[in-house]
């Protein structure tokens, strides 16, 4: 936590956020940053076991959306994007764990059966998703309408990318959680591609927004890469869906600046444009220069979070990069309450 | 107690639970006012509100989506497909959502997804079909398909206690077909447990849902006319199997002949005749023969229709020939 | 064929049409519901076979909507719904077939396999739709993207019910034909009633037209029981298709009469709601008095259609009633080009 | 001829196909510039165009409806599923309106839908998948699965040539893996036959896809360490099936091992079980017996997919035990 959190001139920050909120946002997008570069780390000495999916220059708009939530026991619930690590983050996810899935530990909380940030802890308030893409919108639309059943004070919120509003059950999801007035959230992440694939080609419209008419449901526009602003439209359609308002989307523009996977050579993506986006449209140095240059807080309190979260990722990864994987033959258990187990095959014994 | 219809046993069940538990919830298409297009649900939404019968729109995937999400949160959603053709448009997110979310991520799915399956009705290819071969090939799925009034009316009750998420399937040839007195009190069939509808001892017919009575009509036929004594097995629960309930009776009779109303290639007979042959082929008097639908869509025409599906007579056929061996 | 055709004052008909053309209109008006009668007739006889759908009410936009279409041979093609009926026979669909196929005779299309409008004329330009709802609209995208593909001058039009806008294959479907910029002409049918779902549970936009929005292609909300509204509006979108202009969407606020099947008691259909618009607002009656009190046509014109269709729907009638059902070893042929039959099961011949 | 992988030898079987046939056009996710996930189409724009490699939303079911409605006027699709565990997302256009459009309605529909399947590489649940038993029990579907480069060639350009629609399933884990030298010319392989990949009189292993070189591993264990013929039959189509090539087989060596990487349950392997019991019953010295995927999702982590997976050891075990029968 930084220090002298009493000394900041509240009153000249934005969206009714403190001094101290501003540094803890700070402090998920750096860890979000810094864990990533750890996970490339790891990636190139062949420990991360599956590809590895990064969210550089789209760190502002995961961070700040799911920071309008409320946090805490059985509180509101997002459901993130395997490019929404510091959404997950923010909800609470441990870094440890985060490390644990790309390297497929034991001690991993799918114990080595999933992958990345395909996890999930219903409490904290997320709900890792699965790789078909809209599968999220139509369940995150069950957990809402759960919320509403039970006159429960809770929000919903569902990251879609632009590519992924294609899919049917996207439509099928969004449209009945907007009929029934569910307290749902959808962040649309228009970051420029689908893997390789262009909006031009996704969609015949210019903005996500536009989608969200044939929903009947508010839409607004964003910079994606304004921490605070995101914040601020996060903050509001969260309120409105808590009052009863229902379906609320948000559309953030925003770029991905490394390819779908590491693996992708991004030769289709401009190198100027990568280029330009990261040294005119970084989300953490625009963020970091508001923060400077309205005093809201100083070089040193960035430079203390800076040191702090790098320590907390070398220690999550000594904590865990010499874990074992898991045994072979817990790969039975579980398919069912019960029987626990699955059967292990006959020739396995003979 | 009065005799009462499959669908009546049904709508009985789901009642009950309704009354009982206040996580139970419905959700389907013209499930509310309408009560469902076979009126299953009629009355349930004037008994127990909108908030827990709700009509959706025409989105199976989202209906089978938001009820797992439901479930998640401790809900006991249990949806309506309007015929269960339409299942096909969940296929997703029932195989790679639903029946793998405890094994991948600890998450507990409880719901019920159930609709009017099967031929036999004049419903021509997309409003006849049976689901169940479909599914059976997906780890952490369950599958009930009741051939009686009592077992709907049980199998219903242990669906929705289940913890498992659980394709209930019914048949329509059934609905109004057969009728049955119900004992008084809870009536509960428990998952994965088949039944012996026939006792016998020169062959076995392992079947389910609507060939359960063409099976029974067959074997009374084999008794007055060949003097043979078939025993008929209704596993009721497709996933998991009753592997041991096979067993015992093909170590009993020697001979076995399964069969559904589902078409053959992939059907769910293969599976059961892999099964007997790893697990009792030192038994076998002879081969595993089926009895089963053509391998076409299934036709419109009554004509049609008579020819692909399988049909007391070739039951007969098939025992005799099997007994003979 | 209509009497004194030279005779018509066209320069007063709009749309370009003229009064052969009106009266061929109003003849596949009469026709669409003549047929249905009758079907109705044979049903309570039980001589068809599944269930019987009506369009009564909803006749004026499946005709005027197909007869926007060039027709002939491999020309324009339409996907027609179980309630369009109409469009079909402006196609060509003989009524002879359209009886067999609910009836289930052999000589039926589809030999007894397939039911009432389910089957297709390809070169006529009919693609009959399978049950599961929006799956024409993507099925009609290869069509009409093969079109264009290819540079033929041809135009497609699939018709989607209120309720049927809510599957994702509507939405995968129309999105792709939106980025393809294919040449197809989407009819909504807003009939009040899906099944027995009233549009407010279906979707929470007010017109169909708004979804159109979200796919970024033009919309327009006509009334569809105004028989040259639809006309003209389905005229100019097939038009502007055919110009390389991409999909167009139209939405016909039009009101389905009858129950979603003759089983069906409407008990969710108010009375009156039913009994005002076949007083107030029937498309056949209002195309009457429009020919009528602008003096297009005279009534002995009309009297001589109705005539020529009711003995159309005799000689059909008289011609297939007494047809016998298919043989039930044809059940066994064309699964698939070769081998011929699916092999018939071994205890048929022991 | 130079050797060429199995990736390369697809290219060429498309490359080809698309020179000779202009109808021939290809559509799909990230299959344009990019050349696809797995590169199978790289370049293949360039050559040929915008208007015939066309990249799609990420929409399987209109990505199949549309192939369909092109197959329907003439053309002849070939569309990628990026992987194919995403064809899920089309099953039901492709079990209800692409199966059945001959049978039904007389539409005849020629397309192939390709993609990338199976485990061993680490993909986890939902990039690993074997879809076969999904749609062997859709009549008016055929699937293909090639094992070898000279077959995915061969079937990749029958199945082009095919009147019907054909799941072409290609395993990523062999792409790079296995490299072959073709003969010059036309490569052709006819689809429903089935390929002796290796003679031997003692067992027979039916198998298809990855497991066939897992297979011929363990044939060549046997043979050095038990002395064993064991004959290796690789399917290459799984629908229609080739019953006449499994028949003269198992009536040769008297006993049969089938082998799938699939799940067991609902598995292809019941169905061939129970064909050559009807079929063979009379010349079985023992049980049919499976080997196969344990059934559960398949897992993450490589001890647990090599746990789940069946690997060479589980073969020579299997064979071993059922040779001693
Ligand atoms: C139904 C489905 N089809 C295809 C894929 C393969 N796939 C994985 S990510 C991806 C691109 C997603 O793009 P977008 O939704 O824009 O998210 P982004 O990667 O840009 O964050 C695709 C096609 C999938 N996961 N699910
Ligand atoms: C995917 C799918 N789900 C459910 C059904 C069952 N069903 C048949 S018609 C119908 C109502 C259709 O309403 P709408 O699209 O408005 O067309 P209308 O009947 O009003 O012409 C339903 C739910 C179906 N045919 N397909
Ligand atoms: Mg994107
Ligand atoms: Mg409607």
Partial sequence: ??????????????????????????????????????????????????????????????VASAYALERGKNRDMLSPLIRNLGSMLVMGAPPVEILRQYMAKAKSPTHGREMNVHFNDLEAGYLGQISHLGDMVAVMTGITLTFKLRREPRVGLVYVGDGATSTGTFHEGLNFAAVQRCPLVVIGEYNHYAYSTPPAKQYAVKDLAEKAKGYGIPAVTVDGNDVLAVYEATKLAVGRARAGKGVHFIEVKTYRRKGHAEHDDQSYQPKEEIERWATTNDPVDRYIKQLLDNAWVEEQDLADIDGDVRDEVDQATDACVNEPLPEGDTALGNVYAEPAAAERLWYRSV | MPEITYLEAIRQGLWEEMERDERVFLLGEDIGAYGGAFKVTEGFQKRFGEARVIDTPISEAAIVGAAAGAAHMGLRPVAEMQFIDFISCAYDMLTNYVATARYRAGLSTPIVVRGPCGGYVRGGPFHSQNPEAAFFHTPGLKIVYPATARDAKGLIKSAVRDEDPVL??????????????????????????????????????????????????????????????????????????????????????????IVHEDTRTGGVAGEIAARINEQAFEWLDGPIMRVTAHDVPLPYAPTLEDFVLPQTDDIVKAARWLAKY
């Fill in chain 1, 1 to 62: 936590m930084p220090r002298h959190a009493s000394a900041a001139p509240a009153a000249a920050i934005p969206a009714g956020l403190g001094r101290d909120q501003l540094l803890e946002m700070y402090r998920f997008l750096r860890l979000t940053r810094t864990l990533e570069e750890r996970l490339v780390a790891l990636y190139r000495q062949s420990k991360v076991i599956g590809g590895l999916f990064r969210s550089l220059g789209q760190e502002g708009e995961s």
């Fill in chain 2, 168 to 257: 209930y399937l019914e048949h329509k040839w059934l609905y109004r077909r057969i009728k049955e007195e119900l004992p008084a009190g809870e009536v509960l069939t428990p998952i994965g447990q088949a039944r012996t509808a026939r006792e016998g001892k020169d062959l076995t017919i392992v079947t389910y849902g609507a060939t359960v009575w063409k099976s029974l009509e067959a074997a009374e036929q084999l008794a007055k006319d060949d003097g043979l004594s078939v025993e008929v097995l209704d596993l009721r629960t497709i996933l998991p199997m009753d592997d041991a309930a096979i067993m015992t009776s093909v170590k009993k009779t020697n001979k076995v002949l």
